[in-house]
């Protein structure tokens, strides 16, 4: 199944606790159909070596709005070089 959003993809949370945030796409299990995003959804994980971290949790694909596309580097690139000759 393809999905509308990508890693790097800018987001909004539509329904759950964090409604109304909004951040970039960090990872994306295509089977499970969950997301992670920055900032949103989180939780406290205990690590022997560090101590307690906060890290993002999965959230359901279908509770995310896309907002806009990452940057490419195909974009970045011609950016550049148009910047260069002017």
Partial sequence: ???KVKKG???QVIAGNDKGK???VLTIDKKKLKVRVS???MM???DKENGPQKREGE???SNVQFVSAA????KK??????AAKA
């Fill in 44 to 46: 406290t994980h205990f």
């Fill in 9 to 11: 993809d800018m987001v």
């Fill in 59 to 61: 959230i359901d694909y």
């Fill in 22 to 24: 909004k951040g970039s």
């Fill in 71 to 74: 940057a490419s580097k195909a």
């Fill in 39 to 41: 900032g949103v959804k």
């Fill in 1 to 3: 199944m393809k999905l």
């Fill in 77 to 82: 690139k011609t950016a550049k070089k148009s």
